[in-house]
Every structure is written in structure tokens, then in C-alpha cells.
């Protein structure tokens, strides 16, 4: 039977502990790396899901600018039409017109006087 020497197992214990340290050193190292690897991913993500977004909101800003050109447009078109339509008019019954004149003209004084 062997004597147990406690020296020994002293010793054995100490180098047990020294390589348990060295393998908890080594596990954090490794989730320190694999945390920065990981945020490095979602920040990349996040990225480029705010790179699509501004893509998005430029395309649509785009879009509705050219729908709003075009309204202008329409509207220049029909301001200019209806100033053909009441030249003509005025042109085809230029006795008409100075009546209406006359009738605006007078519906506005008497507005203006109630006040």
C-alpha cells in the first residue's frame, strides 16, 4: 500500500488549479472573441438595413417629386386653358362681360359696405 504524501498531492492540487486558470483564461478569451465577431455581424446589419431604408425614402421622395411636377403642370395647363376659354368669351360678347363685371363689382360693394 502506498503512503499517501501529502506534499505530493499538495503539489498535484496547485498544477490542477494553475490549468484550470488557463482553461477559464482561454474560455473567456474565446467569448470576448466570439462577442465582438457577433456585434460586429448585427452591426453590419443594421447597416445595411439603414442603407435600404434611405434607398427606399430617396426613391419615394423621388417619386412623389415627380408626381407633384406633374400636378403642377396639369394645373398651369387648366389655369391657361380657362384663360383662353374667358378671353374668348369676353371676346365673342365683349357687352356680357362688362355686365358680369358690373354685377361682381356691385355684389362685392355691398359686401364690403355690410362690414
Known amino acids: 500500500m502506498a503512503d499517501p504524501n ?3 498531492d499538495f503539489s498535484k492540487l496547485t498544477a490542477d488549479l494553475a490549468a484550470l486558470r ?3 483564461a482561454k474560455l473567456a ?8 465577431q457577433e456585434g460586429a455581424a448585427a452591426a453590419e446589419t443594421v447597416r445595411e438595413k439603414v442603407r435600404s431604408g434611405k434607398a427606399q425614402a430617396e426613391a419615394t421622395a423621388a417619386g412623389l417629386l415627380d408626381e407633384g411636377a406633374a400636378a403642377v403642370e396639369d394645373a398651369r395647363a387648366c389655369a391657361s386653358a380657362l384663360c ?10 365683349p357687352f356680357a362681360a362688362v355686365v358680369a363685371a358690373l354685377g361682381i363689382g356691385f355684389v362685392f360693394g355691398l359686401i364690403s359696405r355690410s362690414r
Open 6 to 8: 501529502p506534499q505530493e
Open 22 to 24: 488557463e482553461d477559464v
Open 29 to 36: 478569451e474565446s467569448l470576448a472573441t466570439l462577442a465582438k
Open 84 to 93: 383662353r376659354d374667358a378671353s374668348g368669351a369676353i371676346e365673342r360678347n
